[in-house]
Each structure stands twice: as C-alpha cells, then as structure tokens.
C-alpha cells in the first residue's frame, strides 16, 4: 500500500509535463509534486477493509472528501461520484488495479484476495478487464510477500493465471515516446510488471515506471505496490512521502500496518 503512494507521489508531477529525464529528482517542494486520485482510492480500499464496510461507501467518503486531487479525477469516476445513486459504468480503466493494494497485504487466503479484488473494482470498474486488473495486482503481491513464487517466476506466473503478455521495457519505453497514455488495465498492469521485473531495487522500480511515461503515477502506483512487496523501502522515502500526506490518510496508513502486523505474527 505504502509503495502504491509513494509511486504516486513521485510520478504525479510527470503526467501531463514535459517527460522526466533519467536523472529526475523523486521530490520537489513544488505544488506540481504530491498525491492524486491513487492515493485517495487506495487509502479508500484499505480504510473500507479496516472499518468492514462496503469498498463503495468507502471510496464515495474519501472522494467526496478530498474533491480537487492533483490531476482530478477521471471523467466516469468523476460522474459516478458525483451521483446520488451511484453504478458501476463498465470500465476496464486502470483505476480499478491503482487503488487495490492494501487487498494483497490485508487478506491471507488466495480466493478470498480474488474475491475481495472483485468486490473492490466491481462497484465502478465492473468490465471483465477492469475486475482482471485489480485482481492480478492483488494476487501477485500476496504471491511476492509470501514467497509462493519468485522474482523470475513472475511473468509465467501472470501470463498462466491471469492472461497477461508482459512486453519489453523497450517497447514499453518506444510507446511512451510516441506521446501514448497508457489508461486502462490491459496497458498498465502489464507495463507496471514489467517495470518491476527490470528493477534492482525499490527505487529503481519507480524510476523505471516514471520514465516509461504516459500515465506516471499510476504506473508507478502500480509498480510501487508490486515492489514493496519484494524490496525494502528506504526510510527515507517513506518519511518523505508521509510529509506529503494529510493526518487522516497517516491514520489510515498506521491502522493498515497495525492490522497487518496482528494479523501476521
């Protein structure tokens, strides 16, 4: 969850800019630099799972609470919400795999983590590719902190269970290029995976997102999440990334690691 964020964070001010340059600094003081939409939606999934209350009512909350993220939101989500009776609209965007990580730390059983995934995407993201997303991120974090497969193990893995052809950085890095803006799940998981698969390091996992460009901060959400379930994060980003966030999001945040560590000793 926490690698979901600071993924966010670091990529955020990359979006809708110029591309990052190999050397790009994590952090600025600046207002361009900060969290959106992704961390609003995760800390949403892990703040439902934590109160045991329905993954939309919880999203519906945090979202109408913080209205005006960085970058907004997008334009179907937006919609939906603004409803008074709010539905899914049968996305297959790569909201639904950004927002889930907390599913992969919080839940202990494989089907219960498919399930739970589900629940969570289905509520707006209710397409078959939409579900897939958040499913197969939720799953290989729980594979990869729970050592059932290993680093090299990953994209045969992904590919059997999931139907997903992970490309080469190099394509990735060429559609990037080209001003391509990677939205929807069928484009972001497998990219993300793929910047994880290439990285050394947590650090170098989200640089590698970053600079793939398109859709930086979900795509380095997406690999940040994936990531911190393999590799340590630096104290210090972790302490960087908290003095972006709001009291309530660090409460959420405390609770989720408190929860994880009860429930995993």
């Known amino acids: ?30 207002a361009e630099c900060g969290f959106t939409d992704d961390t609003i939606c995760t800390v949403a999934i892990a703040d439902a799972i934590l109160k045991n209350i329905p993954y939309q009512e919880s999203l519906l909350n945090w979202c109408r609470k913080y209205p005006n993220p960085i970058g907004g939101y997008g334009v179907g989500f937006n919609d939906w919400i603004n409803e008074k009776n709010p539905q899914p609209y049968n996305s297959f965007g790569n909201g639904s795999a950004m927002r889930v990580s907390a599913i992969g730390w919080l839940f202990n059983d ?39 497969i290993t680093k090299d193990e990953v994209e045969h893995a992904v590919k059997k269970n999931f139907g997903y052809e992970i490309p080469p950085l190099k394509d990735i890095y060429k559609i990037g290029s080209e001003g391509h803006f990677d939205g929807i799940c069928q484009e972001t998981v497998p990219w993300a995976i793929r910047c994880f698969l290439e990285s050394q390091n947590f650090e170098d996992a989200i640089r590698i997102a970053v600079l793939a460009d398109g859709d930086t901060d979900t795509k380095a959400d997406i690999t940040g999440a994936i990531a911190e379930a393999f590799y340590e994060i630096p104290d210090t980003m972790i302490e960087k990334t908290f003095s972006y966030l709001p009291k309530d999001m660090l409460a959420v945040i405390d609770q989720f690691f408190e929860r994880f560590s009860t429930d995993n000793r």
């Open 1 to 30: 969850m926490l690698g979901a964020i600071i993924g966010d964070i670091i990529g955020s001010r990359f979006e809708f800019s110029a591309p990052p340059r190999k050397d790009f600094k994590l952090f600025t003081e600046d």
């Open 110 to 148: 494989y089907h219960d983590i498919l399930q739970q995934a589900k629940l969570s995407a289905e509520c707006t993201h209710n397409h078959p590719e939409g579900i897939k997303g958040a499913q197969c991120v939720a799953t290989l974090i729980y594979w990869l902190r729970t050592c059932r």
